[in-house]
């Protein structure tokens, strides 16, 4: 999704404005090709990994909504980026090290792995 989004940063926010006023037959339309294959992908990836005993059980639509707001998030808050990391522009590496980061966060939390070497600080192009 993140790298989706940083293909097409205004995608995001052009479905949920198309998808603003959910009773009508284009957003149930949007809703049905983009939207539902991607929650229905979660859950079934959610679901394979409790069957494997991976994973314990959890609320698709939290889930949904979560990674959603992670996966945007990077791309709303340019202005936060630049103020408070001094990056100017995204550029694909910190986007590739923001989805592995974040996919770790989300699938594993603020735990310690003694297995795994910790990320590295995140990073991206420097304004001057």
Do not use: W
């Amino acid at each position: 999704m993140i790298k989706t989004f940083f293909r097409f940063p205004y995608l995001h926010r052009l479905l949920r404005e198309l998808l603003r006023d959910a009773d009508t037959r284009n957003a149930r339309e949007l809703n049905e090709f983009f939207t539902k294959p991607v929650l229905d992908a979660q859950i079934a990836m959610i679901q394979a990994g409790v069957e494997r005993g991976d994973l314990r059980p959890i609320d698709p639509m939290v889930f949904y909504f979560a990674v959603n707001g992670v996966c945007d998030h990077l791309f709303a808050d340019a202005n936060a980026m630049k103020g408070l990391f001094g990056i100017k522009r995204l550029d694909e590496a910190t986007c590739a090290r923001y989805a592995e980061q974040a996919a770790d966060l989300l699938m594993n939390g603020f735990r310690n792995r003694s297995d795994q070497e910790p990320s590295p600080p995140f990073r991206g192009e420097r304004v001057g």
